[in-house]
């Protein structure tokens, strides 16, 4: 019985936690599982903290270097041999004459060394360097944003899809219904040697017509719901239960409500991450100028060593000495180099500053063409309403007279042909409605914060 209670126990535990996974079905919940599970997001944001580490790294050349060193020596070249044995304090008297001097005894030395150096003054080449490091930091932070808005009008993208397949299906299956009962009427007719055997065949014909269009929107349906997983991080063959159509989502955006455009742009360009990274890259590209220009600069670093010595074994102390002192390095000719590297950085800022100008450019006619999306799908919305509720009013008008005998049963198929194109317009309007509200809070930079996820 213990046993029994444990496992039920586990199991709600185990439920429990995966009912916290999940965020819900509704579209805000999708978007938040995406950017929580979607492995392109994931892999950017590893680059990310590859881009802090890398930062760090050139961060480090602002520091003081140790170095631990140790070398080994064997000769009888003179002034190498004297050299060892001053070293480590092994001059005798009898070794000063002659062949002392010039034919000394091979000798063996380890020589263990402590090394600091630190760069005093590199005109603005190291502190150039971590600033333009900093600012790639800066640029991966908002490719991060960017990539999480981009996932999350891929999914909106997918979730409508879903939405739209369903509201495809549910005219499809009216349109196989109608289709249906205009058969039934038709060999009805026929019995009764009303209509002509013709009449029956032109009603299948448009019957097979309806299912073969069930059949592709419930194919689109899983396609579609097999995109949706995979964009919030779950195996594509499981499919996520989603309930929506493209109406219901309308009627939720149809009051939405935008600034003017001169304000809507104004608002893109300060919030969008594309326009935010192209400045950070002129800016790098106006660090890499100084950086090129501290070539101009001496470079000064402060060098101290702690050495000892011994002739049988490594870090060996025999004798020790020190040493400290300054060395500069002045670059007077190199072949041109730095003018060229001059150059070659103010073109970058000139180039930085054009693709700066062209992504203003560029978000400013997709947020204007995104508004005139909208208005568009306002006004084809109104227009395949009336048609919806006029072709189903001619509908029922024929079907009467068809009853009658007062009209042909191409009249009949054709009305029902309208009427169905009539419905696949205003699903069609109502998707564009919608997707382009999201595309506009997406060019203007703030879909997140539209969705209430940020």
């Known amino acids: 019985m213990r046993r029994v209670l444990l496992c039920a126990f586990l199991c709600t535990l185990l439920l429990r936690a995966y009912a916290g996974e999940v965020v819900g079905n509704n579209l805000n919940g999708f978007v938040e599982k995406a950017l929580k599970y979607n492995e392109f997001l994931k892999s950017v944001y590893y680059m990310r903290e590859i881009s802090k580490e890398e930062k760090e790294v050139v961060k480090g050349a602002l520091f003081p270097k140790l170095y631990l060193e140790e070398e080994f020596t064997r000769s009888n070249y003179p002034p190498a041999v004297w050299m060892s044995k001053m070293a480590r304090g092994d001059v005798t008297p009898s070794m000063m004459n002659l062949r002392g001097f010039n034919d000394p005894d091979r000798t063996s030395v380890f020589r263990s060394s402590l090394i600091m150096r630190y760069p005093v003054f590199y005109g603005f080449e190291i502190v150039s360097r971590v600033r333009a490091k900093e600012l ?106 989603v309930n929506c159509t493209v109406e219901e989502l309308y009627n939720k955006l149809k009051n939405y409500s935008f600034l003017d455009i001169n304000n809507l742009v104004s608002k893109g360009l300060n919030n969008r991450k594309d326009i935010m990274m192209a400045k950070r890259e002129t800016e790098i590209s106006q660090e890499r100028l100084r950086e090129a220009k501290s070539n101009y600069y001496p470079k000064i670093d402060l060098y101290a060593s702690y050495d000892w010595y011994g002739a049988n074994y490594p870090f060996q102390s025999d004798k020790s000495s020190n040493t400290i002192g300054v060395v500069m390095r002045l670059n007077i000719f190199d072949g041109f180099a730095r003018e060229k590297q001059i150059k070659a950085s103010e073109l970058a800022i000139l180039r930085s500053k054009e693709l700066l100008s062209s992504k203003e450019k560029e978000a400013a006619t997709e947020i204007i063409g995104n508004v005139l999306k909208i208005k568009e799908a306002i ?76």
């Not at 930091?137 to 908002?142: A, L």
């Not at 060999?187 to 009303?194: N, P, T």
């Not at 017509?209 to 499981?238: C, F, H, W």
């Not at 696949?424 to 996820?453: C, M, P, R």
């Open 379 to 454: 006004e084809r919305i109104n227009l395949a309403q009336s048609a919806v509720r006029e072709a189903e009013e001619t509908l029922r008008t024929l079907e009467a007279r068809y009853k009658e005998g007062l009209s042909t049963i191409t009249e009949l198929t054709d009305s029902q042909a309208y009427l169905f194109n009539a419905r696949s317009n205003l699903i069609g309007a109502y998707y564009d409605y919608v997707y382009s509200v999201y595309q506009t809070e997406f060019s203007t930079g703030t879909l997140l914060e539209f969705l209430g996820l940020k």
């Open 136 to 241: 790639e930091s800066q640029i991966m932070e908002e490719y991060l944003k960017l990539t999480k808005e981009d996932i999350a009008l891929k999914t909106i993208k997918a979730y409508l899809d879903v939405c739209y397949a369903k509201s495809k299906i549910e005219a499809s299956k009216k349109d196989v219904e109608t289709a249906e009962k205009h058969v039934e009427l038709a060999e009805a007719r026929h019995k009764r040697g009303i209509a002509l055997l013709a009449d029956v065949l032109k009603a299948k014909v448009y019957l097979a017509s309806a299912k073969d269009k069930l059949a592709q929107a419930n194919t689109y349906y899983e396609v579609s719901l097999s995109r949706l997983a995979m964009l919030t991080g779950d195996d594509p063959k499981i499919k996520p239960e």
